[in-house]
């Protein structure tokens, strides 16, 4: 069966420290892989995606991540981490014989304290 | 530049009711989507659909009904509401094309049933 996993509920990281939310999956082929995020009651906001070339992906807000084919693994890093950067991230997986769907993570939920 | 809107934000309904959550789509997007949001199991699929007139099941799709006469347009329709679809709930939409482009997300609504 096609998952995400995100191992950690919750990260819990010092302002101005660097952070790591974890994700892998388990999809056949060569996926798309995105991530998400998800501020108090608001929609999920797209933050970057990984289709192909450089396993080094950019994305809003100074996020980026770091794929890597021989782990199935899609981490979502940032060097300095801010305290608006406290939400919830959703990493998400797009099989490549799929147009349109996407599998989630379940969540990890990111706090930065001050 | 409004996106994608959903309508109402909160709503308390009892069970047996029928509900209709709305969601309109200002980027004449083809995909539009109906996810569900639980703690613990991420975004679940409900329904989707590839244009007007043109709609499929999802991961969970017992107990909703949609329709899509317009491109704009996506209701989702509990046509008799129980408890256990107190849930938020999350439209999206996306373009279809081969850049795979991300899903944008309304602000969810969230629906609670006694």
């Known amino acids: 069966a096609q998952s995400v996993a995100q191992p950690e509920d919750q990260v819990n990281v010092a302002e101005g420290n660097p952070l790591t939310v974890k994700c892998t999956y388990s999809v056949s082929g060569n996926p798309y892989l995105f991530w998400y995020v998800q501020y108090p009651n608001r929609g999920l906001q797209f933050l970057l995606k990984y289709i192909t070339g450089d396993n080094l992906v950019k994305g809003s807000y100074g996020f980026e991540a770091e794929f890597n084919k021989s782990q199935t693994s899609f981490h979502l890093k940032k060097p300095s981490a801010l305290v608006s950067d406290s939400a919830l991230y959703f990493c998400?997986?797009?099989?490549?014989?799929?147009?349109?769907?996407?599998?989630f993570g379940s969540g990890t939920r990111l706090l930065v304290r001050p | 530049d409004a996106g994608i809107t959903q309508s109402p934000r909160y709503k308390i309904t009892e069970t047996g009711r029928q509900v209709t959550l709305m969601c309109h789509q200002t980027?004449?997007?083809?995909?539009m989507f109906w996810y569900r949001q639980d703690l613990g199991h991420g975004l679940r699929l409900i329904y989707y659909?590839?244009?007007?007139?043109?709609?499929d099941k999802g991961e969970v799709p017992d107990g909703y009904v949609v329709s899509r006469s317009k491109t704009e347009n996506f209701p989702l329709t509990l046509e008799s509401a129980t408890r256990s679809q107190t849930s938020v709930y999350f439209c999206?939409?996306?373009?279809?094309?081969?850049?795979?482009?991300?899903?944008?997300f309304g602000d969810g609504t969230r629906l609670s049933i006694l």
């Open positions: 659909s590839a244009a007007a007139d043109i709609t």
């Open positions: 980027w004449s997007h083809s995909y």
């Open positions: 998400a997986v797009r099989p490549m014989d799929s147009s349109y769907k996407l599998i």
């Open positions: 999206a939409s996306s373009v279809f094309n081969r850049e795979n482009q991300p899903q944008h």
